[in-house]
Structures are given as C-alpha cells and as structure tokens.
T-cell receptor
Framework: GQSLEQPSEVTAVEGAIVQINCTYQTSGFYGLSWYQQHDGGAPTFLSYNALDGLEETGRFSSFLSRSDSYGYLLLQELQMKDSASYFCAAKGGGGNKLTFGTGTQLKVEL | DTEVTQTPKHLVMGMTNKKSLKCEQHMGHRAMYWYKQKAKKPPELMFVYSYEKLSINESVPSRFSPECPNSSLLNLHLHALQPEDSALYLC?????????FGPGTRLTVT
C-alpha cells in the first residue's frame, strides 16, 4: 500500500515563507507531485520531483529526498490567495496510479 | 485547450435512481481518472482508464460503473447509491506526471 503524511494545518502571515512537509511509504515510487486546492475548487498541479533535489517554479519550490522518503513544498512571499489545501501525491504502485497525501490546510493571515 | 469539463455541476439523486456523470477533455491525453473526494479529505482514486481500457479499479462497489466511449470522454454510471456516496466526484486526465482536474460534480444521495 501507499501512505503519505502531512501536517493538517499551517498558519503563516502574508509575505512570509512556509514549508509543508510530506513523508511517504510507497511501493514502486516514481516521483512526488504537489497540488493546490481552494475551497470548492479542483486540485491544480504545482510541481513534480522525480529526482532528489529542489525544483523551483516561481514562488513555489519543491524538494525530494528518496533516501529519507521525504519531500516538502516551500512557498515564498505568501499572499492571501495562497490560503488553500495542499496535497502531496505519489506516482507509483503500478500504472498511472496517483495516491494523495492527507493534505495540509494553509491559512495566510495579514 | 487545457481544460477538463464535467457535467453536471451538482446532482441530487435518490437511492433508487440511475444517473450518469460525464467528463470530457480535448488535450489528447490517453489516461483518464475518476476520484471521489469527501469534505476536508484528499481525493481517493476510483478508476483509471489508459488508452480507453480500464487499467485500475480500486475495489469500487459495483453500483459505480465507469465507461470510456472514446479517448475524449469518460462516464461514471451511478445506480442504487447510498447516502455515504455523497461526495465531490472529480475527473482528471494526464499525458505524463501532471494531472489536469475538472471542476467536479457535487453529488448528494438522499
């Protein structure tokens, strides 16, 4: 089976930097993705790490360590619109299967 | 066109009804997915179609019946549902690691 654990809630102030962690136990792991979901909306893709290291996309960066079965999403220069749920997701377990983490609710305050 | 569309947006059905959810994409993606999402929870994979063939069924009850008429369309037929099946049903498609999600159908079973 596959399981991915995230903190349930993170609160930060506008303009700050926040890190959302994800630890996983999976079989046949290919890579780790991150998705953002606003209340009432659909998940939208943010980032993907197939290899160890840091991937940077604008204000968002994502990191993967396969040896530690760990990854994180780093959000810089936080804005109010970043308040949303964030999910890590592991690709693996055969075929096109994507398993989502438990999710982190990010609240950005003034 | 990087859009996945889903109809209807909202659906209320009784436990004896038969209804269908529809999903469409014109991005040429050959993998399509159905997910179920309860409030404050991550999306849970239900079915994966790859090249119009069912490749993954995550032990979903037979009252949910998927269908892929062609490479652009995905249906989910619903019959004799239970109140606990009330959820947001998300369709997604992908070419590689990035999944594109539709806005979802919010289903209420009465």
């Amino acid at each position: 089976g596959q399981s991915l654990e995230q903190p349930s809630e993170v609160t930060a102030v506008e303009g700050a930097i926040v890190q959302i962690n994800c630890t996983y136990q999976t079989s046949g792991f290919y890579g780790l993705s991150w998705y953002q979901q606003h209340d009432g909306g659909a998940p939208t893709f943010l980032s993907y790490n197939a290899l160890d290291g840091l991937e940077e996309t604008g204000r968002f960066s994502s990191f993967l360590s396969r040896s530690d079965s760990y990854g994180y999403l780093l959000l810089q220069e936080l804005q109010m619109k970043d308040s949303a749920s964030y999910f890590c997701a592991a690709k693996g377990g055969g075929g096109n299967k994507l398993t989502f983490g438990t999710g982190t609710q990010l609240k950005v305050e003034l | 066109d990087t859009e996945v569309t889903q109809t209807p947006k909202h659906l209320v059905m009784g436990m004896t009804n038969k209804k269908s959810l529809k999903c469409e994409q014109h991005m040429g993606h050959r993998a399509m997915y159905w997910y179920k999402q309860k409030a404050k929870k991550p999306p849970e994979l239900m079915f994966v179609y790859s090249y119009e063939k069912l490749s993954i069924n995550e032990s979903v009850p037979s009252r949910f019946s998927p269908e892929c008429p062609n490479s652009s369309l995905l249906n989910l037929h619903l019959h004799a549902l239970q109140p606990e099946d009330s959820a947001l049903y998300l369709c997604a498609s992908s070419l590689s690691y990035e999944q594109y999600f539709g806005p979802g159908t919010r289903l209420t079973v009465t």
